[in-house]
């Protein structure tokens, strides 16, 4: 057997997307800017197989696959996959797999398979509606923060990321990695190649974003995708760390002009992150994306 994996390209964004379509999904992996613009970090791949889509990451002996996404014949795809890694050698293994996909998979195949929940690799995901307001008890420091940031930076401007505006989102970000030590983290590195990248890539990938302005300068940007009609995904955000209440302005005034529409926000996972998570939990998820990595019994 022989399936071929390509990296995905821009001129595969409509099929992709056509897949995704299938099933209404929520986690963050499951958009088209994701998919393409950590490709080259996580070695990622995929491939059209029996009317659905897969994508495979990992290197040469330790690949993982993703859930098959489409309206083709899952079980048949999955039996491809597990004989795809047995003939080249490496234990076979999902990713990203939702519970729903785990559910279907169990049907298929009755106790063939185990699975594991990492905490870290949840995404959170709130009420959008919840996010603009702040209203309540549980959101009185976040008001708090959108007050005092009005108060010290009365001149404060939101716009929505054109053609016009991108270039000096682009040189914020370059000023963000130079004040925030990239150069010497790894993961930093891949993280701030993948905002520049979305940035020079903003109107191909079709991404939504918005931008801070103080004193006339771009103070905080932001940008994201929907995964779903309901579910809109925040991918980047960043925020000069000097200017208090930036990340929370630039959350609240994003969501506000441009995700409205959407019942509700995907900020992604906290990799462990105990900071991270503190902030994320902070904002009251209404609930988390599982993402299962499931093996096969006995290997």
Same mark, same amino acid.
């Given at each position: 057997?022989?399936?071929?994996?390509?990296?995905?390209?821009?001129?595969?964004?409509?099929?992709?997307?056509?897949?995704?379509?299938?099933?209404?999904?929520?986690?963050?992996?499951?958009?088209?800017?994701?998919?393409?613009?950590?490709?080259?970090?996580?070695?990622?791949?995929?491939?059209?197989?029996? #009317?659905?889509? +897969?994508?495979?990451?990992?290197?040469?002996?330790?690949?993982?696959?993703?859930?098959?996404?489409? %309206?083709?014949?899952?079980?048949?795809?999955?039996?491809?996959?597990?004989?795809?890694?047995?003939?080249? #050698?490496?234990?076979?293994?999902?990713?990203?797999?939702?519970?729903?996909?785990?559910?279907?998979?169990?049907?298929?195949?009755?106790?063939?398979?185990?699975?594991?929940?990492?905490?870290?690799?949840?995404?959170?995901?709130?009420?959008?509606?919840?996010?603009?307001?702040?209203?309540?008890?549980?959101?009185? #420091?976040?008001?708090?923060?959108?007050?005092?940031?009005?108060?010290?930076?009365?001149?404060?401007?939101?716009?929505?990321?054109?053609?016009?505006?991108?270039?000096?989102?682009?040189?914020?970000?370059?000023?963000?990695?130079?004040?925030?030590?990239?150069?010497?983290?790894?993961?930093?590195?891949?993280?701030?190649?993948?905002?520049?990248?979305?940035?020079?890539?903003?109107?191909?990938?079709?991404?939504?974003? #918005?931008?801070?302005?103080?004193?006339?300068? +771009?103070?905080?940007?932001?940008?994201?995708?929907?995964?779903?009609?309901?579910?809109?995904?925040?991918?980047?955000?960043?925020?000069?760390?000097?200017?208090?209440?930036?990340?929370?302005?630039?959350?609240?005034?994003?969501?506000?002009?441009? +995700?409205?529409?959407?019942?509700?926000?995907?900020?992604?996972?906290?990799?462990?992150?105990?900071?991270?998570?503190? %902030?994320?939990?902070?904002?009251?998820?209404?609930?988390?994306?599982?993402?299962?990595? +499931?093996?096969?019994?006995?290997?």
């Amino acid at each position: 057997m022989d399936i071929t994996f390509k990296r995905p390209a821009l001129e595969d964004r409509d099929t992709i997307l056509k897949h995704l379509a299938e099933r209404k999904l929520h986690g963050c992996e499951r958009t088209f800017a994701n998919v393409y613009l950590w490709a080259r970090f996580y070695n990622e791949g995929w491939a059209e197989i029996e #009317g659905t889509a +897969v994508f495979r990451t990992g290197q040469e002996g330790a690949y993982s696959y993703t859930y098959p996404i489409g %309206a083709g014949d899952r079980k048949k795809v999955v039996e491809m996959l597990m004989e795809d890694a047995k003939e080249k #050698g490496y234990p076979f293994q999902l990713h990203a797999v939702s519970k729903g996909e785990m559910e279907e998979l169990e049907n298929y195949f009755p106790g063939k398979f185990n699975v594991e929940w990492p905490r870290d690799l949840e995404d959170y995901v709130y009420e959008t509606e919840k996010l603009i307001n702040l209203s309540g008890k549980k959101y009185h #420091g976040k008001k708090n923060h959108l007050n005092q940031f009005k108060a010290a930076y009365p001149d404060w401007k939101y716009e929505t990321i054109t053609d016009e505006n991108v270039e000096e989102c682009f040189q914020m970000a370059l000023s963000w990695r130079n004040h925030n030590g990239c150069e010497d983290d790894p993961e930093k590195n891949q993280e701030m190649c993948v905002a520049l990248n979305s940035l020079r890539l903003f109107k191909e990938l079709h991404l939504k974003g #918005g931008l801070l302005r103080v004193n006339g300068k +771009v103070v905080a940007y932001t940008l994201g995708e929907p995964v779903s009609d309901d579910t809109f995904v925040v991918h980047i955000e960043k925020a000069y760390a000097d200017i208090r209440g930036a990340y929370t302005m630039i959350n609240q005034q994003f969501l506000e002009h441009e +995700v409205k529409d959407y019942t509700y926000v995907n900020r992604e996972e906290d990799t462990g992150d105990e900071g991270l998570r503190t %902030a994320k939990l902070s904002y009251r998820p209404v609930f988390m994306v599982e993402k299962g990595i +499931v093996t096969l019994k006995g290997e």
